[in-house]
C-alpha cells in the first residue's frame, strides 16, 4: 500500500538555523508529493509540491527534491524564522493505486523556532 | 476571495446528540473531501466526493457517520448519535481537476463530545 513516514518530533531550532525535516514513502508507481503546514489553530497550507522524479518544489524559502532512487522528499529551508513555528505534514497521492486524488499523509512533525 | 468555508468553529455537545458540520467548497472546485485530526491517529481521510457523487466512504469510521453533498456548494458531516471518541477536529477540503491537484483546506471544526 501507500505510506509515508516522517522524523517524529518536535524539531526545536534557533532562528537562523538550517532546518531539514526527513520523508520517505511507500508507494507503486510514481506519485505526486507534497509538503503541507499548519499553524496553530489553523487548517492545512500547501506548502510545496513535486510531481515527477527529481522535481524540486520550493516556496518561501522551503525546498524539497523528488528523489525516486531513495524514495525521500526531504524538507529543507536555510534559516528559520520564528514564524516557522508549524507543524509539517508530508504527504502523497498516487492514482495509479487508488484512482483518485486520495492525500495519504504522515504522521506530521512538529517545528519549533526560538528567537 | 473565499477559501473552503466551515462551520460552526467549534462545538461542543453531549454524549448522545446529533452534531452536524458543514461546508462550502470553493468556487469551481467539483472535488470535496472531509478529514478528521486527532492526537493518537492524526489525519483521517473520511469520504471524499467528486462531482456531488460520493466516491470513497471508506474511511467512515462507523454507521453513526454520515455525509452528503446535495450540490455542489454544500456538503455535511454528519454524527448521530455522538460519542466521546469523536472529538476531533473535522476539516473540509475541496480541489479541482486532473492531474492531482492542490488540496485548499478549511480552517477545521473543532468537535468536543462531553
Known amino acids: 500500500g501507500n505510506s509515508v513516514t516522517q522524523m517524529e518530533g518536535p524539531v526545536t531550532l534557533s532562528e537562523e538555523a538550517f532546518l531539514t525535516i526527513n520523508c520517505t514513502y511507500t508507494?507503486?508507481?510514481?506519485?505526486?508529493l507534497f509538503w503541507y503546514v499548519q499553524y496553530p489553530g489553523e487548517g492545512l497550507q500547501l506548502l510545496l509540491k513535486?510531481?515527477?522524479?527529481?522535481d524540486k518544489g520550493s516556496n518561501k524559502g522551503f525546498e524539497a527534491t523528488y528523489r525516486k532512487e531513495t524514495t525521500s522528499f526531504h524538507l529543507e529551508k536555510g534559516s528559520v524564522q520564528v514564524s516557522d513555528s508549524a507543524v509539517y505534514f508530508c504527504?502523497?497521492?498516487?492514482?495509479?493505486?487508488?484512482?483518485?486524488?486520495?492525500?495519504?499523509f504522515g504522521t506530521g512533525t512538529r517545528l519549533l523556532v526560538s528567537p | 476571495d473565499a477559501g473552503v468555508i466551515q462551520s460552526p468553529r467549534h462545538e461542543v455537545t453531549e454524549m448522545g446528540q446529533e452534531v452536524t458540520l458543514r461546508c462550502k467548497p470553493i468556487?469551481?472546485?467539483?472535488?470535496l473531501f472531509w478529514y478528521r485530526q486527532t492526537m493518537m491517529r492524526g489525519l483521517e481521510l473520511l469520504i471524499y466526493?467528486?462531482?456531488?457523487?460520493?466516491?470513497?466512504d471508506s474511511g467512515m469510521p462507523e454507521d453513526r457517520f454520515s455525509a452528503k453533498m446535495p450540490n455542489a456548494s454544500f456538503s455535511t458531516l454528519k454524527i448521530q448519535p455522538s460519542e466521546p471518541r469523536d472529538s476531533a477536529v473535522y476539516f473540509c477540503?475541496?480541489?479541482?481537476?486532473?492531474?492531482?491537484?492542490?488540496?485548499?483546506f478549511g480552517p477545521g471544526t473543532r468537535l468536543t463530545v462531553l
Open positions: 468556487s469551481g472546485h467539483n472535488s
Open positions: 513535486a510531481t515527477k522524479a527529481d
Open positions: 477540503a475541496s480541489s479541482t481537476g486532473d492531474p492531482p491537484n492542490e488540496q485548499f
Open positions: 504527504a502523497l497521492i498516487n492514482r495509479e493505486d487508488t484512482g483518485f486524488q486520495k492525500l495519504v
Open positions: 508507494a507503486t508507481g510514481y506519485p505526486s
Open positions: 466526493f467528486n462531482n456531488n457523487v460520493p466516491i470513497d
